[in-house]
């Protein structure tokens, strides 16, 4: 297996009987948390509502990032002060919009809001990762379906923070990270949301497997 990502991110958990789980293997792996946020949908699967939000973010012991969707992200990429978002016990933000080539105002108004909120801003890109290194970059062609890209692109040399996501899971995650082929000593990380998914529930038992499938 190449280079050990810095952390795995698992995306989409949305159940506050999660919260012990998740602790118990923050403390013997790295990890961060992905929390998707969209109250037009705070009913369905993959979307934690307000009240389980809260209690995940003063559980303690974890690291979180928000998965901004909707309309509050196309507010903070577009219109920056109408967004409303409250990212409070987040360590970064990813902003979840159709960015059509991600265009500067829209990557400038993503680092702005991030910066009034105290997170550290994050983008999609659909290509090779952008050499802007005031924010990090998620390279997602999938956008949660579980398909794999047919290649994955090299991380930047002295870049932005880069990230990797699509079709990752226990069974194949030796596999990407060979092909991902990112140096001895990078900094990078890879992130999963349907490959720890079973029956349409979070399954923390596919994140521990993950989990040692990578770091043992």
Known sequence: MSARPTFIAFTGVDSVDLISGMKSLSKHFPIEWGILVDDAKE??????NSDVRSAMLTAGGMRFAAHVCGE??????NEPASA???LSGFQRMQVNHAFTGSSAEQIENTIAYGRTQ?????????????GDARLDWLYDTSFGTGKAPTT???????????GYSGGINAGNVGAVLDAINAPD????????????????KFSLA???AVCRAVFG
């Open 152 to 162: 994955w692109p090299a991380l930047p040399i002295g870049g932005a923070f880069c």
């Open 206 to 208: 596919k994140c521990e």
């Open 43 to 48: 009913d369905e699967i993959l979307f934690a």
């Open 84 to 86: 409303t978002v409250d």
């Open 72 to 77: 509050q992200a196309r507010l903070i990429a």
């Open 118 to 130: 105290a997170v550290r801003s994050m983008l999609q890109t659909l290509k090779e990762f952008p």
């Open 185 to 200: 000593g990078a900094q990078f990380w890879i992130d999963m949301e349907s490959g720890v998914r079973e029956d349409g």
